[in-house]
Every structure is written in structure tokens, then in C-alpha cells.
T-cell receptor
Framework: DGGITQSPKYLFRKEGQNVTLSCEQNLNHDAMYWYRQDPGQGLRLIYYSQIVNDFQKGDIAEGYSVSREKKESFPLTVTSAQKNPTAFYLC?????????????FGDGTRLSIL | KQEVTQIPAALSVPEGENLVLNCSFTDSAIYNLQWFRQDPGKGLTSLLLIQSSQREQTSGRLNASLDKSSGRSTLYIAASQPGDSATYLCAVRTGANNLFFGTGTRLTVIP
């Protein structure tokens, strides 16, 4: 079955540590996205990528970094500069670069501070 | 900036009841609106996508309507079941890569 796989499901970060969240899709989608979800708030866009080797900052990119070396992979690194990283992180993808296609989501990674 | 509001934040209904979830948005210049379902600790599952030129979409017991000029959408669930219990989110797309989400309505269907 095609889909989006996020790993790990749970992740713990020590102070000063960088951690990387994995997102892999086998849907052959061009565009991929990272969102952050906090209790009582809507999803907020961190980064997005429309094609390989290109990505753009979203609304809350500070303290995060991404890469898009392969079409199917869009890892997110939460750096030590992100002072409030505890949240639920969701990866999504969309076919093509057009805005009329639905977004598909992975099952998320919950990041907590040790 | 686009703001998306979902009211109520939580709703409990007895099994079998028909129900309506509401979504409103401040800027009517949208490409489409998407309804999602989210189970606890899980990602989002796409339910329905309505293009800006459409008025409604249907899938099984679900029907979503869109009134772009008034900035409103509704998700109608017929004959609710306990398995429908989840958080329902709406999101509007205003550009190629900008999707604005509401905070969701948490639905509980009581057996």
C-alpha cells in the first residue's frame, strides 16, 4: 500500500541535542511538508518542498532544518536552537505542484524533552 | 492573514443522530477546502476535498458543503456511529503551499 511513513513514533531530546525526524513516501508525490501540532492550536507549517533539492521556509521555520535529496524522503532536524520543541510533528505530501490536490499525512512523531 | 475557526470545540451526540460540524474562514480567496479526521495520537486522514468552484462533495455518510462568499463550510455526518468519534479538522488552501488549519471539533458518539 502507498503511504507516508514517519519514524520514530516517539522521540526524546536532551538539552543541546539535535534530533532528526524521518519522513518517507512511496506515493510518487512531488511536494512534501512538515507541520507542527500543539494542543489547542491548528497545524502550523514548518518547511515545505515542491521538488528535489529545493525547499522553502514555512511560518515557524526557526530552529528547524530540512533536506530533500530524494523525491521520497524529507527529513526534519530539530536543532538545539528550537527552545520549545515538545510537540506532535506531522509530515504530508501532495501529488504534483498544483494546489487542487489533497494533502496526505503520515502518523506523526511525538517529540518530548528529557 | 487567513484565520480558520471551528465551532464547537467539542460535541457529544447519541449514536444514530445526524450532526453538522462548522468551519469558517476569514478570506474567501481560497483554492479549496479539505476536511480531515484525526484519531488520538495519529496523523490526519483526508475525508473530503471541495474545490473553490464546487458547492459540495459527498462520500458515504459524509457530505461537505462550501459557501465561499460567506466563508463557511459544513461537514454533515448522517446516522452517526461510535466509530465516528475523532477530531475533525478543516483546512483551506490559499496558495500552492499554504494550508490554514482550524483547531478542530472533537466528536464523541455515545453508544
Amino acid at each position: 500500500d502507498g503511504g507516508i511513513t514517519q519514524s520514530p513514533k516517539y522521540l526524546f531530546r536532551k538539552e543541546g541535542q539535535n534530533v532528526t525526524l524521518s519522513c518517507e513516501q512511496n506515493l510518487n508525490h512531488d511536494a512534501m511538508y512538515w507541520y507542527r501540532q500543539d494542543p489547542g492550536q491548528g497545524l502550523r507549517l514548518i518547511y515545505y518542498s515542491q521538488i528535489v533539492n529545493d525547499f522553502q521556509k514555512g511560518d515557524i521555520a526557526e530552529g528547524y532544518s530540512v533536506s530533500r535529496e530524494k523525491k521520497e524522503s524529507f527529513p526534519l532536524t530539530v536543532t538545539s536552537a528550537q527552545k520549545n520543541p515538545t510537540a506532535f510533528y506531522l509530515c504530508a505530501s501532495t501529488q504534483g505542484q498544483h494546489s487542487n490536490q489533497p494533502q496526505h499525512f503520515g502518523d506523526g512523531t511525538r517529540l518530548s524533552i528529557l | 492573514k487567513q484565520e480558520v475557526t471551528q465551532i464547537p470545540a467539542a460535541l457529544s451526540v447519541p449514536e444514530g443522530e445526524n450532526l453538522v460540524l462548522n468551519c469558517s474562514f476569514t478570506d474567501s480567496a481560497i483554492y479549496n477546502l479539505q476536511w480531515f479526521r484525526q484519531d488520538p495520537g495519529k496523523g490526519l486522514t483526508s475525508l473530503l476535498l471541495i474545490q473553490s468552484s464546487q458547492r459540495e462533495q459527498t462520500s458515504g455518510r459524509l457530505n461537505a458543503s462550501l459557501d465561499k462568499s460567506s466563508g463557511r463550510s459544513t461537514l454533515y455526518i448522517a446516522a452517526s456511529q461510535p466509530g465516528d468519534s475523532a477530531t475533525y479538522l478543516c483546512a483551506v488552501r490559499t496558495g500552492a503551499n499554504n494550508l490554514f488549519f482550524g483547531t478542530g471539533t472533537r466528536l464523541t458518539v455515545i453508544p
